[in-house]
């Protein structure tokens, strides 16, 4: 089994709908973020989870909202999505004491 | 600001040849580097990384030199093989940050 389990791998939705992108995690880490990935962008930082009670915002958080039900799970949602939505999505975790991130496989989402 | 980037988007090398990516980096105050590989269709591997106290470090078959005074970053692969065919992203933590800024990536493309 991965250590960081991303559902669904694709989805394609449509604008307006309401989608949650899961990720669960076995490494025991603590920490837990969630980036989108854009052609020729890079990877930017949409929410990060330092432990269960806490949430914090990245450079791009702005229609979208996170849960951390668990110190294992960290889910993103999207209240209504957008075409421009549309990319892919990396849940990654790590260690307090490290700053090496592991990541999911990753979420193909597609807003049509 | 704070940004990471690559001097070029994609390099072809030989099989065999060694490879060089680059990196460039702006905030003199990170203290921690890590290159990852990106496979097609999965997420970022943790190839190696380096503190800002070293100039370089080696592991099995990549080597990373960091030269602070010009803000530059680079991954050596030694006798590169096809298996070696991602996109390598470097990604920097400034001092006191909590996360991690990734640069675009540059695809390398190995030639048989």
């Known amino acids: 089994d991965a250590d960081v389990t991303q559902t669904p791998r694709n989805r394609i939705t449509k604008t307006g709908k309401r989608i949650m992108l899961e990720c669960s995690q076995t490494k025991g880490h603590d920490r837990m973020y969630w980036y989108r990935q854009d052609p020729g962008l890079g990877l930017r930082l949409i929410y990060y989870s330092f432990d269960v009670k806490d949430i914090n915002k990245g450079e791009i958080s702005d229609g979208y909202s996170v849960s951390r039900q668990a110190q294992a799970k960290f889910s993103l949602s999207l209240e209504s999505a957008i075409p421009n939505q549309t990319a892919l999505y990396f849940c990654?975790?790590?260690?307090?004491?490290?700053?090496?991130?592991?990541f999911g496989s990753g979420t193909r989402l597609t807003v049509v | 600001g704070e940004s990471v980037g690559l001097h070029l988007p994609t390099l072809s090398v030989q099989e065999g040849d060694n490879s060089i990516i680059n990196c460039a980096y702006s905030?003199?105050?990170?203290?921690?580097f890590i290159w990852y590989k990106q496979e097609s269709g999965k997420g970022p591997q943790f190839i190696i990384d380096?503190?800002?106290?070293?100039d370089k470090r080696q592991g099995q078959r990549v080597t990373v030199l960091l030269n602070k005074t010009v803000k530059h970053l680079s991954l050596q692969i030694a006798a590169t093989q096809p298996g070696d065919s991602a996109v390598y992203f470097c990604a920097e933590r400034g001092a006191g940050a909590n996360n991690l800024f990734f640069g675009t990536g540059t695809r390398l493309t190995v030639i048989p």
């Open positions: 905030n003199s105050a990170s203290d921690y």
């Open positions: 380096i503190r800002s106290n070293m």
């Open positions: 990654a975790t790590s260690d307090s004491g490290t700053y090496g991130y592991t």
